[in-house]
Structure formats: structure tokens, C-alpha cells
């Protein structure tokens, strides 16, 4: 085998560009967890796989690598959403009473 040959030279990117890319392909090591961004199933790393082309034994949407860019991401998305959901519906005031109309017909409304 040749140690020396460059793969760039293969490929139409530049040397800088393959070596990031092959470094990022291989920053979380062999082991590890994949988990779902959907249901949070968490099923162990298989080697040589990546978590992207597997599907969730449970929901069926794509895995991801967990403590990944992508795994980060989502997971700040989700506290976003999160946080938004619980501004808008602190702001509904729940407050409901009983109201009759005199004539025996009687129901609630909200105020």
C-alpha cells in the first residue's frame, strides 16, 4: 500500500478541505450512542455506521449521533420551542365561572 498517495488528487476538492472532512467523520471514536431526536430512544453505536442512515426502532425518524453538532442542535430547537410553548400559553388566562341566564340555562364561560 502506498502511504503517500494523496486522495485529493482523486477527488475534485483541495487537500485542506479533505482533511477537515475526514477529521470530522471521525471526531466521536467507535463507541457511543445513537439516539433519536423524536422519542430520545437511545440504541448503541454501530461501528463504520453512521447514526444518520439508521431509523428509530421505535418512532422510524433518523437517528443521531448523541453529543453530535446535529444532536446539540436539536436539542437546543426543542428548549426553544419548549420555552416558546410555555410563553404563549402563560399569557391565556384560564379563569372560567358559571353563568346562568335566569331562565334555568346555565354554562360556563371564560373571561
Known amino acids: 500500500m502506498h502511504s503517500n498517495l494523496d486522495p485529493s488528487r482523486f477527488l475534485d476538492v483541495s487537500p ?20 433519536c431526536p423524536k422519542c430520545n430512544k437511545k440504541t448503541p453505536h454501530l461501528r463504520d455506521t453512521p ?3 439508521q ?3 421505535e418512532c422510524g425518524a433518523k437517528m ?3 453529543g453530535s453538532y446535529h444532536h ?18 402563560a399569557q391565556i388566562d384560564c379563569t372560567v365561572l358559571e353563568v346562568c ?6 354554562g ?3 373571561l
Do not use: F, N
Open 16 to 35: 485542506e478541505v479533505l482533511a477537515v472532512t475526514m477529521e470530522r467523520r471521525h471526531e466521536m471514536g467507535p463507541g457511543g450512542y445513537c439516539i
Open 64 to 66: 443521531l449521533r448523541e
Open 108 to 110: 360556563t364561560r371564560g
Open 51 to 53: 447514526c444518520q442512515e
Open 72 to 89: 446539540r442542535l436539536s436539542q437546543q430547537k426543542k428548549k426553544k420551542d419548549g420555552d416558546s410553548y410555555k410563553s404563549q400559553t
Open 55 to 57: 431509523r428509530c426502532p
Open 101 to 106: 341566564d335566569g331562565l334555568g340555562k346555565c
